[in-house]
């Protein structure tokens, strides 16, 4: 099957980016090609040369002036229409192919962690390991699978013996499937059991020598934030002699965790989920951390700094690493007014001579754009200085055409 593209997207793909959207394909008037379904009809592409491909099918790329530019599979609902694999004629697009890829993800972690005390992380980050729309992280003896668009579920049948064995042999003995964003079962388990003894809802693994409590069943992402590991471990450092440090946004408190650990005196960790705070707790304990000692508030973030600024509670340290405020190019404006709404706030209970360390996970707000949200305009004070922008950890590795899959940002002013 082939399937011809505009010259703007054909020179995306040519630059190793690995999408095509919908309106990259060339060729106009075809509305199934497109993607576009009559009424009542089951979705479909039809890519050039009279074939229909189904999600999951293979398609080769061809643009104006080249007949070849590469190979990708379909995907017949999501708004990008092909996954690039490869941009050579050889080899065939097949489940061995994937296999390999797959290895080299793999062998790759197996040094990355070696000797870290380390064993939670990303196996596969999807696009960024070559490997478009599979992610796969590593909970201890456990894996998570999450398949980003339709192209790969009809694969998974036929990728799972090479899983079960290339992660088997590294002491992964249960392998799931996390539902799309969304979905989840009559208990709100959002984990479907895909190989070996059922997973655990709920299990401890360790992050840079310290135990953090991971929710498979319910918990966000594929249970927990792996790309905030090598900041945690930051914030740690940071924490040393620190007063007082407030944790905003803290689900299960990694960051809440790592600051007591590191020698803060008293950590108050702020999340709108009162069930994040009874993991936090659990977490604390098992570090040999008495949460008695420090402070759990289930409230909104924004009204707690309000009501901590009236009171006149200031801070030593303060991590604030909320959710997506961009989900989208268009919701940009609004994001960045959040954040600075939030940076405000944040920066009136930070003492004269603490650290701030900001989080953005939108990969549509710039590092540039972050920034602009902590200037001293936004912040209302000129002492501080950026000591440092950090972003997401080796195990979440990207491509340089693929701008998106640089989400995260970490910014520690001082
Ligand atoms: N910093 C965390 C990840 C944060 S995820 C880590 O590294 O593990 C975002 C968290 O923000 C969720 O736990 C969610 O419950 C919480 N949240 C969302 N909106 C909120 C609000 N307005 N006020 C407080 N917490 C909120």
Redesign the pocket.
């Known amino acids: 099957m082939r399937v011809h593209l505009t010259t703007t997207a054909a020179a995306a793909v040519r630059r190793g980016h690995p999408w095509v959207y919908r309106d990259g394909i060339a060729g106009g008037g075809n509305a199934a090609q497109r993607g576009e379904r009559r009424r009542g009809e089951r979705a479909r592409g039809e890519p050039a040369r009279g074939g229909v491909a189904a999600s999951g099918d293979v398609v080769e790329l061809s643009a104006e002036g080249a007949a070849f530019l590469g190979r990708g599979l379909w995907d017949a609902e999501s708004a990008i229409a092909v996954r690039v694999f490869q941009r050579t004629q050889a080899p065939q697009l097949d489940e061995r192919a994937l296999a390999e890829r797959l290895e080299r993800a793999f062998a790759l972690r197996d040094g990355w962690f070696a000797g870290r005390d380390t064993t939670a992380y990303r196996l596969c980050n999807g696009e960024g390991d070559r490997v478009p729309s599979l992610v796969i992280d590593r909970y201890d003896r456990a894996a998570v699978v999450r398949l980003d668009g339709g192209m790969l579920a009809p694969w998974l049948d036929r990728l799972l013996p090479h899983l079960a064995r290339a992660l088997g042999a590294r002491g992964v003995r249960s392998i799931g499937l996390r539902a799309p964003a969304g979905g989840a079962d009559a208990e709100g388990k959002k984990l479907a059991h895909l190989h070996g003894p059922p997973l655990p809802d709920r299990l401890f693994v360790r992050e840079t020598g310290v135990a953090m409590e991971v929710d498979l069943a319910r918990g ?1 992402k594929t249970g ?2 792996l ?2 590991r090598d ?2 471990a930051r914030v740690r450092a940071l924490a040393a002699g620190r007063r007082r440090v407030l ?9 809440s965790v790592a600051a007591a650990l590191g020698g803060a005196g008293r950590v108050t960790s ?4 009162s069930a ?1 705070h009874a993991s936090a707790q659990r977490t604390f304990r098992e570090n040999g951390v008495d949460p008695a000692a420090h402070e759990f508030v289930t ?6 700094l309000e009501k901590a600024h009236a009171r006149g509670d200031r801070y030593d340290l303060v ?1 604030c ?3 997506s405020f961009a989900p989208s190019e268009r919701a940009k404006p609004r994001a960045l007014g959040a954040y600075r709404r939030l940076h405000t706030a944040v920066a009136r209970v930070l003492e004269r001579g603490g650290v701030l360390c900001a ?1 953005s ?1 939108s990969s549509h707000i710039t590092a540039e754009d972050f920034l602009a949200t902590l200037d001293d305009a936004t912040l209302e004070r000129d002492d501080l200085r950026v000591r440092a922008v950090h972003g997401q950890p080796e195990d979440h590795p990207t491509l340089p055409a693929w701008w998106e899959g640089r989400y995260l940002k970490f910014v520690v002013l001082e």
């Open positions: 966000q927990a934030f790309d905030q900041n945690r944790n905003l946004f803290s689900y299960a408190g990694g960051f702020v999340d709108s989920a994040a409230a909104d973030a924004f009204d707690f991590i690493d909320p959710p989080a996970c």
